[in-house]
């Protein structure tokens, strides 16, 4: 197991900060390691600064440490594509929603079977959120639904529908009772998790809403558009405090942005976000002014499906075509991102 051979990384592009002027940078090495997964991968989360736990189409969860290039676990329970993966804060603990309507949840040092299976939707689970103090599980659906349940008992405690609602994903705002969520209705809700209401709804986007984020700090999110050709393909900045406004945007993807993050801190001297898309583009952005600061190329990895955070100056990328990418930000001197390794 572990490091398989080295190879040439694909050409990156680096972008001044106007957003206009483009310079080749040189290549580099990088790691094949051990594959996750045998077929696309379709989500990635960060256990913690060592390990990953990633789905996709082969229904496998696999927990993998992204530092050695090794398989630690694989769990098997599903019986359908894996959607989405959500993490317990601090914990040897995840969930994994699919496309066969269930969630389950995982312990990285328990049995290889599921400590507690979620049964309530419809129709497959595209979102899936935990409270802060993990006691509440939130997971939503193509069927228009929300669910609450119980972490402990695996009881179902509230039931919301909104018509025409097809949940794209879920993200449970730190230290908060509420839910942010997005939908193929393009619209962004927040919704309170005390009798599962709908708190506010965002201005309505052009295009649908394929996936948000929230800020450690809980004052902004990031939604991401679908789109083609450069019509919509953009990602979001909002308010999450008593405005609750559009702050900013971030345009220059080709095509359906598919996941967005929150860059530490310590990695620039600006706050910075990073965006993935289906276009096999991985952006950093400027998060206050909108402008491009650099661009990386996955070239044939086709779309890329997922964002994580691995550490402060790491990110996991997952894509359907060559498994999920281990990135490093540099500067040298200015901000850059590389793959270093594929798994």
Known sequence: MGKLQSKLKRSTYKYRPDG??????PTKAFQEYTPAHVDTVSVVAALNSDLCVSGG??????AYDWKTGNVVKRFRGHEREITKI?????????????????VMMWDLHGSPQPRQQFSGHAMVVTGL?????SSQLCTGSRDNTLLLWDVGTGQCVERASVSRNLVTHLCWVPRESYILQTSEDKTIRLWDSRGLQVAHIFPTKQHIQTYCEVSEDGHKCISC???????????????????????????????????GVFLPRALALMPVIATSSHDCKVKIWNQDT??????????????????????TISLLCASFCRGIHLLRVDHSPELELREVAAF
């Not at 661009?295 to 994580?308: E, F, I, K, V, W």
Request: hydrophobic share 35%; aromatic share 8%; with cysteine.
């Open 129 to 133: 959120a935990v409270c802060p103090d």
């Open 20 to 25: 206009i002027i483009e310079d080749r940078t």
């Open 290 to 311: 909108g402008a491009c600061l650099f661009t990386l190329s996955l070239d044939g990895s086709g779309p890329l499906t997922s964002l994580a955070i691995g550490n």
């Open 225 to 259: 558009s679908n789109g083609f050709g450069g019509e919509g393909c953009e990602a979001t900045l909002w308010d999450l405090r008593q405005t609750r406004t559009r702050i900013c945007e971030y345009k220059g993807h080709f095509q359906t942005v598919a996941s």
């Open 57 to 62: 189409k082969d229904k496998t969860v696999v």
């Open 86 to 102: 959500a993490c317990v804060h601090k914990s040897n603990q995840f969930f994994s929603a699919s496309r066969d309507r269930m």
